[in-house]
């Protein structure tokens, strides 16, 4: 199994400038979390989905920032326009449905920074 | 906010067993325990999980205290790849909440 594949893996733009962070979940799995890790707050979920729906959503900063997931091997995080203080390691987990201790298996993360 | 209490940092010996506790006294019946390891760079890692049972598999064994308040994971023979950040979790096991809440967890340096 090739896990949870994200891209790109390192990002840096300008702010103003539109980021598009992508998430392949683990074939099978049915729930796709989105965490930002930052020195300051450490690791805080900001969406998930189960079955391509979102569930919870109440980690999203701000309207500047929008999850989608149009099919159940895809989904996408955007920031437009970003800011530097939404520089940040942004990981993808997957796993199956929640419920009777099913594990979460992450991503290697995208490292982005906004100068 | 997260469940758990972790110490911040602790220091293990090569080849000696790395013991790392958790405090978890507000959980509930229905929420599980899980350990979860980051090394720099990498993404959130899974160790072991378990409910009221004590559990052991290939990396780690998790104890679990009988009144479930509280969490050890055991690390029998630790190496220098050991070092990484711990974080302990409590985990709704059903429904629709199923997410993982981090703390700070606890920065384990396995030193020669």
């Known amino acids: 199994d090739a896990g949870v594949i994200q891209s790109p893996r390192h990002e840096v733009t300008e702010m103003g400038q539109e980021v598009t962070l992508r998430c392949k979940p683990i074939s099978g799995h049915n729930s796709l979390f989105w965490y930002r890790q930052t020195m300051m707050r450490g690791l805080e979920l900001l969406i998930y989905f189960n079955n391509n729906v979102p569930i919870d959503d109440s980690g999203m900063p701000e309207d500047r920032f929008s999850a989608k997931m149009p099919n159940a091997s895809f989904s996408t995080l955007k920031i437009q326009p970003s800011e530097p203080r939404d520089s940040a390691v942004y990981f993808c987990?997957?796993?199956?449905?929640?419920?009777?201790?099913?594990?979460?298996?992450f991503g290697e993360g995208s490292w982005l920074t906004v100068v | 906010d997260a469940k758990t209490t972790q110490p911040t940092s602790m220091d293990c010996a090569e080849g000696r067993a790395a013991n790392l506790p958790c405090n978890h006294s507000t959980i509930s019946g229905n929420e599980y325990v899980y350990w979860y390891r980051q090394i720099h760079s990498q993404g959130p890692q899974y160790i072991i999980h378990?409910?009221?049972n004590n559990e052991t598999n290939e990396m780690a064994s998790l104890i679990i205290t009988e009144d479930r308040k509280s969490s050890t994971l055991i690390l029998p023979h630790a190496t220098l790849r050991d070092t990484a950040v711990y974080y302990c979790i409590v985990r709704v096991g059903g429904g629709s909440q199923g997410n993982l809440i981090f703390g700070k967890g606890t920065k384990l340096s396995v030193k020669p």
């Open positions: 378990g409910l009221k």
């Open positions: 987990a997957s796993s199956l449905a929640p419920g009777t201790g099913n594990t979460i298996y």
